[in-house]
């Protein structure tokens, strides 16, 4: 595995060329992100490289020298959303011939994408894929100066690409909150999923880089901090996930340490007992199902089964009562019957999640579930998702009245004029009149509840 990693001396020498590209410091860059949050921290780690480059930070393209266009390939959604901004800066090339324009992320790694990118958007200067943002002073400064466009593109398969660079700059766009990505890339080849195409084989840090990062959030007083992979429990570094999870929260101070995405094959009873035991770490679980029917599983290449599954679920509810459980649905997978889909509806209910993402499946060119006959119509997705929806209500807010009366530690993200909003460890979201100070914890009793939102006063404030 020692040949993903890229040497120390080919980082420097990529942040030695960072240095050189703006002495003033003067230039601004625009980072546009779409989709999931391994992009949003790599938008950060590009944010970093762009600050060592002499790049401050802007939300407005108008402003920009350099405008950064993050994309997501998830699903056809996310990539018109992209594209459609993306379409937006002709204007702004034609006023400013010098702003570099570069798209990176999920689309980038897929040639048909790239090569329509190219034709349509003829000002967008440069391309890179999810493994070349370590490039990027390499990168903008070969834009600066040829007056050529430019594709960075692994030239080894879907399978066997994907890199690990240690040492990059990040600049956060928390004080509070932060992302450590600790697994890149997936190797399970879910029959409707893009990710192992456009992310690369599945690797891993080595878990002392994992930890001093975190012991620097720690240190720095960050307070809500969240390890991320594809599959960020199928980590395998130089120690195990649970042992990894164990030490990352066992610092010295109090603060939420997250995890996501976990895959089901991957949820031992070992994980279980380091939630449950070690207080730092968050009273959450994101556990994707997809679909409750078990020969919608196989045909999804999700190397679980729904007895399984329901298995793990309840196991975790039980050994951490009040645990917040989420979880992944797919509608219409195609081929998916009606009795299928209310294995799903019926899953629901039985594990009783506090929360559930519903995707309508959409169909990833190269991806086997696309070439599947009996694609399920939009309409009926659409019926699909709106009758989970309503289920899910119902559950989540009889789950939430719980709460009413009960008092919560809840990490402060906003405050203004006694109005505050933050996270508690099951990251509920809650709404509280009181006057803690952004990034602090606060004890809040709960006075009403909604299906997403609860709402309350911080205890000191009566
Ligand atoms: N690795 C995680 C897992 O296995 O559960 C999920 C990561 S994926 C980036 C996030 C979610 O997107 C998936 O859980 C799935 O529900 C959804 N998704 C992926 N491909 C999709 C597709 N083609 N159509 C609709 N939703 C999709
Ligand atoms: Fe996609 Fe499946 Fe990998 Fe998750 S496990 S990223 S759904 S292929």
Known sequence: MSDIFISREAVENQLNIASGLNKGGDKKVCILTFGCQQNEADSELLSGICERAGYGETDNPKDADLILINTCAIREHAELK??????????????????????????????????????????????????????????????????????????????EFGVIAEGLPIRRNSNHKAKVSIMYGCDNFCTYCVVPYVRGRERSRESCNILSEVKALVDGGYKDIMLLGQNVNSYKGDISFPELLKRAGSMDGEYFLRFMTSHPKDASDELFEVIRDVPNVAKQFHLPVQSGNNRVLSAMNRRYTREKYLEKALKIKSLVPGITMTTDIICGFPTETEEEFLETVDIIKQVEFDMIFTFLYS????????????????????????????????????????????????????????????????????????????????????????????????????
């Open 82 to 159: 992209a594209l459609s901004r993306t379409g937006q800066f002709k204007k702004l090339k034609e006023q400013n011939k010098d702003l570099l324009i570069g798209v990176c992320g999920c689309m980038a790694e897929q040639k048909e994408r790239r090569d329509a990118l190219m034709k349509s958007y003829p000002y967008v200067d440069f391309v890179f894929g999810t493994d070349r943002l370590y490039m990027l002073p390499e990168i903008i400064r070969n834009a600066k100066s040829a007056k050529k466009r430019s594709i960075y593109i692994s030239d080894l398969p879907h399978n």
């Open 363 to 462: 169909p990833r060119p190269g991806t086997p579930a696309a070439k599947m006959e009996d694609q399920i119509p939009h309409e009926e997705k659409v019926r699909r998702f709106e009758l989970l929806s309503s289920v899910q209500n119902d559950i989540a807010d009889k789950l939430n009245e719980k709460y009413i009366g009960k008092t919560v530690r809840v990490l402060c993200d906003s405050s203004e004029h006694g109005e505050c909003s933050g996270r508690t460890s099951g990251n509920k979201i809650v709404n509280f009149e009181g006057k803690a100070m952004v990034g602090t914890f606060a004890d809040v009793e709960i006075t009403s509840a909604g299906a997403y939102i609860l709402k309350g006063k911080e205890k000191d404030e009566k």
